[in-house]
Nanobody, 124 residues
Framework: QVHLVDSGGGVVQAGASLRLSCVPAGRAVSNLAVAWFRQAPGNERELVAALLWDGFTTNYADSVKGRFTISRDIAKNAVYLQMNSLKAEDTAIYYC?????????????????WGQGTQVTVSS
């Protein structure tokens, strides 16, 4: 079992930056595929960014390419989502997710472990 603790959300103005953090207690981040999803009111949960266990295979939603970066720190056993140039449409609850899968996956159903979510609100 992997317990994910995600944090780092907040209220910022458009153009600002935030960094979300996720700690997968109970498993080394180097053995997991990890991802960040987000869900805005009335919308389905969507993939923002994913990082495979190898540490360099990534997948980003088109809407965040060039602005968001997913990364990991093996020494700290943590996963991060650096979000720059935030827009009002980035407002959502962001969830860290992890899985034992060995290939990049974009569907929420492929991820077995989830954080509790952290709210990101971007005011225009």
């Amino acid at each position: 079992q992997v317990h994910l603790v995600d944090s780092g959300g907040g209220v910022v103005q458009a153009g600002a930056s935030l960094r979300l953090s996720c700690v997968p207690a109970g498993r080394a981040v180097s053995n997991l595929a990890v991802a960040w999803f987000r869900q805005a009111p009335g919308n389905e949960r969507e993939l923002v960014a994913a990082l495979l266990w190898d540490g360099f295979t990534t997948n980003y939603a088109d809407s965040v390419k060039g602005r968001f970066t997913i990364s990991r720190d093996i020494a700290k056993n943590a996963v991060y989502l650096q979000m720059n140039s935030l827009k009002a449409e980035d407002t959502a609850i962001y969830y860290c997710a992890a899985s034992n899968i060995r290939a990049i996956a974009t569907m929420p159903t492929r991820y077995s472990y989830w954080g509790q979510g952290t709210q990101v609100t971007v005011s225009s």
